[in-house]
């Protein structure tokens, strides 16, 4: 008999879970999402050997033997020609702006010295201020050259296709020579805990208003939506600039990492980001019925943010379409502003897409803000 009181208690119990799990739908959606974003990005978007990297070639020669160079580290994958310069300028230039991870030097007399057995040197200029991102090209480019050339080693040349490799290759790597981890995390961390912290702490705002029933009295004031936003997330953009402060000198005095960029382009671009996640988290808040609701819609944001940006995975690792969502990011555009200005020395012009990219998706966030919070007053 109380075995069956039990059982009858137990079942009202899991019927009035299920009722209620039914009822908080946002939740029980974020349950079934949050796992499903997970497998999507951890199975199919994340790769830590990328490969296609772009990459500059300066080839002072053309000979069949630098043409077969070439064409074998194009068809390893690894490195993708997509600037031929004779000018070192402008290949500088392309790899401080990131648009290319790798310029390749062949100096002139390189095949004379090949054929002669004098071991010419072939100069590889890296952009590793993301060390992970580079090093495994690298790692293989000596392999990769010795077996391209072997086919073109033939005959009273065969006896160069034996070891050592027949090129000294030579592996500059820029803007972090010694390839410090600190020098990439603590900058892309800033951005992270901007991100994080900005986007739940916003979030939760409006609704502690309302689950303080003090929404009522904001509702009565004599002041427009867009003034409502502005004095909502102005205390924040102290706060983001606060923790900017805190990371940079900890970066400094704790990791050694250097600033060596102009602080204009910075600031310009801190700015836009944090108004940009402050807008996320407005939006949030307009969605969301309670603060554990707004702190569940905050992962849906940060998790493709933190996985997509290339803060913890190569960005060009990626498939195309995991490129074309981080595009979206702002996280993306900041890391590689704030790496670029600390890191490279690089200027208004070197970031300037990327402080656009950002200041798009401000605009949208913010109107996406404004629309949804006179819905939430009507």
Known sequence: MRGAETWSRMTAIFLKELIQMRRDRLTAAMMLGVPLIMLI???????????????????EEQSPIVRTLLTGLETSGYFKMVSHHSDPRVSATLL???????VITIPSGFTERLVRGDRPQLLIE?????????????????????????????????????????????????????GITQYNIVPG????????TLVMITGMSMTREVERGSMENLMAMPARPFEVMIGKITPYVGLGII???????????????????????????????????????FTFSTIAKSQMQAMQLTYFFFLPSL????????????????????????LTHFLRVIRSVMLKGGGFADVQQEIYAMLAFTVVAGAVAMLRYRRTLD
Do not use: C
């Open 41 to 59: 990005l951890f199975g199919f978007a994340i790769n830590t050997d990328p490969k296609g990297l772009p990459t500059a070639v300066i080839s």
């Open 96 to 102: 401080a702006a990131g648009d290319v991870a790798f």
């Open 126 to 178: 890296a952009d590793a201020s993301d060390p992970a991102a580079a090093s495994n090209a690298l790692n293989r480019a000596e392999t990769i050259i010795t077996q391209a050339l072997r086919h073109d080693l033939k005959g009273p040349l065969a006896s160069l296709a034996q070891h050592p490799s027949p090129v000294e290759i030579v592996i500059h790597p820029r803007y972090n020579p010694e």
């Open 189 to 196: 961390l800033l951005g992270v805990i901007i991100t994080m």
């Open 243 to 281: 923790q900017t402060l805190v990371v940079l000198l900890a970066g400094h005095y704790l990791f050694a990492v250097p600033f060596i960029g102009g602080a204009a382009p910075f600031v310009i671009g801190l700015t836009i980001f944090i108004i940009a996640n402050l807008a996320v988290g």
């Open 307 to 330: 996985l997509l940006s290339g803060f913890m995975f190569p960005f060009r690792g990626m498939p195309d379409w995991a490129q074309a969502v981080g595009e979206v990011l702002p």
